[in-house]
């Protein structure tokens, strides 16, 4: 089963909106495998975000990432990566289609609520980045 990582972002933390996000999490579909709270030090976000070093917004970004606690989950479903990503919607939640993650509760661009990794490979990549093996036992079914 594919399985993707997805992050809860500060500004999802500090608007108490934990349970709501989880919810349209598992309402559609997703099985949470992993999941833990924790609070990202700035060079843990410069190097989880390391893709984005050149970009305009990194430098604002890892301030963000690392402003407050997070909640990383690991989620499994069937084509987990491109599901996740269509649940909650374009990086702006201005562009971000009705229904959405972000367009339901994100305030900005920056400040959208909620992570999703991209592809099966950087999923792997994101997966272990927050997780040992021992915390990715997979489901009973
Ligand atoms: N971001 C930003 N300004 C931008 C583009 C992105 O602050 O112009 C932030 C935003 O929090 C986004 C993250 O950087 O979620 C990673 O950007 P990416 O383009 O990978 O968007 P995503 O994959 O999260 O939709
Ligand atoms: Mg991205």
Request: net charge neutral; proline share 2%; glycine share 4%.
């Amino acid at each position: 089963m594919e399985r993707t990582l997805a992050i809860l972002k500060p500004d999802c933390v500090r608007k108490n909106l934990v349970g709501k996000v989880i919810s349209h999490i598992e309402s559609a579909g997703f099985k949470i495998v992993a999941m833990k709270m924790l609070k990202l030090t700035p060079e843990q976000a410069r190097a989880f975000y390391y893709v984005h070093r050149e970009r305009h917004f990194y430098n604002d970004l890892v301030n963000f990432m690392s402003s407050g606690k997070i909640v990383a989950l690991v989620l499994e479903k069937e084509n987990a990566v491109d599901d996740f990503r269509k649940l909650i919607g374009a990086t702006d939640p201005k562009e971000a289609e009705e229904g959405t993650i972000r367009r339901l509760y994100a305030d900005n661009k920056q400040e959208n609520i909620v992570h999703g990794s991209d592809s099966v490979e950087n999923a792997k990549i994101e997966i272990s980045f927050f997780f040992s093996q021992n915390e990715l036992i997979a489901n009973e079914t």
